[in-house]
């Protein structure tokens, strides 16, 4: 298989920038990457900006009415649009706001001065353009990064893991956080970031989203036996879910 | 000779053996037949009903039924494939000359010799006739040797409809009797419309002397099955292929389990008095 | 052929000559639970532990383990085969049982040399167990909590000492190593004896049907109201299968490096419980729901296994029970499906065509 080295560019909404360092990070001890593709564009690293790209990889979530311009911009360009990171493929921790009322927010953030920035409610990119795949967490894993470009270039697109985070957490043999009186959303979050949190003895915050087929009335049942009120379980499940979670009881943003 | 399948016991059972892609033939946009050779004349010496774990190196492995009938495996056998998935959508962009590999045969073949002298009806549905066209070019290689020849196949549109020049020949027989039908039909299609049960009504069977064949896609099995056993068709002597995740296609894997049984090895082929009281297995 | 008896304070010694020769994996513990892990140094092993997260399986079958390589350009392809001689020391009888069905499931039709190679290499110096490891665990019920065969060697502590089993001409010539296991004299006997007959009631039974009637219990079970309960309760978070000594289900993965030509193919485990497990390529799922998946499962653990390779498919170690955070378990399981027990007439009134 002989083909050109497809051109790829990076491309930042709103988000901490947070993946694209990952993606920086991952170079160094891949550096083969930098011979298998062209780098084109990426504001991070490099001060070119070249427009002619067939992978797009799209960091952060779609938070005002004119980035959906940008975005569609990319995608006509495009061959392959990735969505990279929680923000991206989830709203991510922007959606935390779809919950309130929105002058409610942009009041809290801008004071006075709240007119002067445009804003709506936070949501993923695929809910502004087609996206053809994904790269979740946050921020998102190096490893799974780099063997997702492969997938690329072998023609092939790579799929979000099935898996719930507590397979990954056990075949580590992770000492379950519930054990230690945490909480955890693990039985209902995709794997594939090595259980890092319940690694460290802390509980899954949900950053790389929901698994296809979520049994989320019964892990909220086991959250509340784990002593946590109704109210604490909605707030660990809006901190990367809330968009996630608005989608699934039907409900608007405000 | 060598044969592929003492390949595997030599080393590992996991490692395929390299083989070519001699020819690739685009039966529909989603469908080819790939023509394969296995290295230094080596044989895979299959039977009909049978099948290979087939790789594309770097992105996976997967059953595929194998197309070619024994009878005209002149050092090659076809595989005929759907870009369904992963590995199937890298396959579809390889050329001759390509290398991918293969293990196997595995699988309980269809018991041939038990259909020896028997009206054979076939109901196929789809993809189905991949496997199916090795145990009817099979048997019209060896065609003294049984009843009537009925064949019975439906696809969705005329444009699905898969192996059309070999249809044309079996049409032209007069010892096959083949009847077509699609779901929806195009411009210029003047056969008939339905789904495959449609077509039982054409047929006329001696049904204790008759053993029925059926291959598609599992939604079509409960309401063949219905027909077959309605025609008094013995339940020992109808026949399926069952589709399952057969990862690792010698019993070990469990992803094609069905109750107790191993989709891989103890079939892919089954009659209905094995597995009538295995729920969820139709 | 008798026992040997070594005093607790030549153990180390042993172990130290292990580790001449070989890679010694047994139970350490790391933070606040066990784990099967390479020991370094005799001071690492702790005979005393409870349970462990994952079973000694793992020595024999890695979660993530390279069955082969290959690199196009050249045409070379090699299988991955690990013949490291291992001891594997501190198994408990119940994993040694789960090994057994491993064993009969690798060698059975094409054998997989993979697995082949590994327990050809690995010595099992399995651990009488003298009280239950925790609450969950129900080895007695389920037959497994003593063995006659499948060690190399086996302890049983008498306290001040080791009373060794010699199972295998290996695990002789792996207890050679030490001048300080002797032939067992006749007091040796008695608390060996006294040992074994004390344990005994330590352990409940906590099953109300014995393991024989499992598989009849199952049969009649298919339909049962309960499967839709678990199913209801069930995470589909897949721990039960990936902990279980008896479960040895797995995908196989390709890695490639930056040329797309070399790379690995990687066996990794997977677990029937998982929503995926019986996906096919055109997205048809055939256990679609948990119920549907934890159904599969336990009836392998109480039918399948039992039925293919005569051997108990659910060993007792409570492992899944200590996962589950809904408390799906085969106990309370196996106890209601006795307790609702579908007769056999009634079902084929209804179920069967």
Redo the contacts between chains.
């Keep these: 298989m002989t083909q050109q080295k497809p051109k790829i560019a990076f491309f930042d909404f709103a988000s901490c920038e947070g993946c694209q360092l990952t993606v920086i990070d991952s170079l160094q001890t891949n550096l083969e990457l930098l011979n298998a593709v062209e780098i084109v564009n990426f504001r991070e690293a490099m001060s070119e900006k070249g427009q002619d790209y067939q992978i797009a990889f799209i960091e952060g979530s779609c938070s005002r009415k004119s980035d959906e311009a940008r975005l569609q911009a990319i995608r006509e360009q495009a061959d392959i649009v990735v969505a990279l990171g929680a923000c991206a493929h989830l709203g991510g921790v922007n959606a935390v706001r779809n919950r309130q009322p929105l002058e409610d927010v942009r009041t809290y953030v801008y004071g006075n001065k709240a007119d002067w920035y445009e804003t709506y409610p936070a949501r993923p990119i695929s809910q502004v353009i087609t996206v053809d795949a994904t790269i979740p967490g946050c921020p998102i894993d190096r490893d799974e990064f780099i063997a997702s470009v492969k997938m690329l270039l072998q023609g092939r697109i790579p799929k979000l893991p099935e898996t719930p985070l507590c397979v990954e957490c056990k075949l580590l043999e992770n000492q379950c956080v519930y054990t230690m009186g945490k909480v955890c959303l693990g039985p209902i979050v995709r794997a594939g970031c090595k259980a890092i949190c319940p690694s460290f003895g802390d509980g899954c915050e949900g950053c790389r989203g929901l698994v296809s087929e979520p049994n989320m009335e019964s892990l909220k049942q086991v959250m509340a036996e784990h002593g946590m009120a109704d109210q604490d379980i909605s707030h660990k499940l809006d901190l990367f879910l809330t968009y996630q979670m608005m989608n699934l009881e039907n409900e608007e943003p405000k | 000779m060598t044969l592929l399948k003492d390949k595997i016991v030599s080393s590992s059972l996991y490692v395929p053996v390299q083989a070519t892609i001699r020819d690739i033939r685009a039966l529909t946009p989603l469908e080819k037949v790939f023509s394969l050779t296995l290295p230094d004349g080596m044989l895979l010496n299959h039977e009909p009903g049978q099948f290979v774990e087939l790789s594309v190196f770097g992105v996976g492995e997967a059953p595929i039924s194998i197309t070619s009938s024994p009878s005209r495996s002149n050092g090659f056998f076809e595989l005929c494939v759907r870009n369904a998935g992963d590995m199937t959508g890298v396959l579809h962009q390889m050329k001759p000359g390509d290398v991918v590999g293969v293990r196997g045969p595995f699988g309980r073949p269809f018991p041939m010799n038990r259909f020896l002298g028997k009206d054979l009806i076939f109901a196929i549905g789809g993809l189905g006739l991949a496997p199916a066209r090795s145990v009817i070019n099979q048997v019209l290689d060896e065609r003294g040797k049984y009843g009537k020849v009925i064949i019975l196949y439906g696809a969705r549109t005329p444009g699905d409809l898969l192996f059309t020049d070999e249809l044309e020949e079996w049409d032209r027989r007069s010892d096959v009797e083949l009847h077509l039908t699609v779901d929806r039909p195009a411009e210029g299609w003047d056969g008939n419309v339905g789904v495959i049960t449609t077509l039982f009504s054409h047929v006329q069977v001696y049904a204790r002397n008759t053993v029925a064949i059926t291959l598609g896609p599992p939604v079509m099995y409960r309401f063949v099955l219905m027909e077959l056993l309605g025609k008094g068709v013995p339940e020992g002597n109808i026949w399926f292929s069952f589709e399952r995740r057969m990862k690792c296609g010698v019993g070990k894997c469990g992803h094609c389990q069905i109750h107790h049984l191993y989709t891989c090895k103890d079939g892919p082929t089954f009659s209905f008095a094995e597995i009538k009281h295995l729920e969820g297995a139709l | 052929m008798g026992f040997r008896v070594m005093p607790k304070s030549a153990f180390p010694g042993w172990v130290e000559q292990m580790l001449q020769t070989y890679r010694v994996v047994g139970p350490r513990k790391i933070?606040?639970?066990y784990?099967f892990d390479e020991v370094n140094s005799p001071g690492d092993l702790d005979l005393t532990y409870s349970t462990?997260?994952?079973p000694p399986k793992k020595v024999l079958l890695p979660?993530?383990e390279e069955?082969?390589s290959?690199d196009?350009e050249s045409?070379k392809?090699?299988?991955a085969?690990d013949t490291q001689p291992t001891v594997l020391l501190g198994v408990h009888t119940c994993d040694l049982h789960a090994i057994r069905l491993l064993d009969a499931?690798?060698e059975?039709?094409?054998?997989?040399?993979?697995y082949i190679a590994r327990r050809q290499n690995v010595l099992l110096v399995s651990l009488e167990c003298l009280s239950p490891c925790t609450e969950k665990s129900f080895c007695k019920s389920m037959g497994t909590l003593s063995v006659t065969e499948g060690y190399d060697l086996h302890l049983t502590d008498l306290g001040d000492s080791y009373a060794i089993d010699i199972g295998s001409e290996r695990g002789q010539a792996l207890l050679e190593l030490t001048e300080n296991a002797q032939p067992a004299t006749d007091a040796d006997y008695s608390r060996l004896n006294q040992t074994l007959s004390d344990k005994w009631p330590r352990f409940p039974y906590r099953l109300e049907s014995d393991i024989t009637e499992l598989a009849n219990l199952l049969a009649v079970s298919?339909?049962s109201d309960l499967w839709e309960e678990l199913g209801?309760?069930?995470?589909?978070?897949?721990?039960c299968t990936?902990?279980c000594p008896t479960c040895?289900?797995?995908?196989?993965?390709?890695?490639?490096?930056?040329s797309?030509?070399?790379?690995s193919?990687i066996?990794q485990?997977?677990?029937?419980t998982?929503?995926?497990?019986?996906?096919?390529?055109?997205g048809?799922n055939?256990?679609s729901t948990?119920q549907?998946r934890q159904r599969?499962r336990f009836?392998?653990k109480g039918?399948?296994q039992m039925?293919?390779y005569g051997l108990v498919g659910c060993v007792g170690c409570g492992r899944c029970a200590e996962?589950c955070?809904?408390d799906i378990n085969p106990v309370d399981t196996f106890n209601e499906l006795s307790r609702r027990r579908i007769p056999m007439t009634r079902r084929h009134k209804e179920?069967?065509?």
């Excluded at chain 3, 059975?108 to 993979?114: E, I, K, M, S």
């Excluded at chain 3, 040895?248 to 930056?258: A, K, L, P, R």
């Excluded at chain 3, 485990?269 to 029937?272: E, H, L, P, S, T």
């Design positions: 933070r606040d639970r784990m462990t997260v994952l979660q993530h069955l082969l290959f196009l045409g392809m090699e299988a085969i499931v690798f059975d039709g094409y054998a997989d040399q993979h298919y339909d209801e309760k069930c995470l589909g978070c897949g721990s990936i902990v040895y289900c797995f995908n196989v993965i390709d890695e490639v490096d930056f797309l030509n070399a790379g193919r066996r485990w997977d677990g029937c998982l929503s995926q497990f019986a996906v096919v390529a055109g048809h055939f256990r948990n549907e599969h009836f392998r039918k399948y039925e293919a996962a955070l809904v179920v069967l065509p």
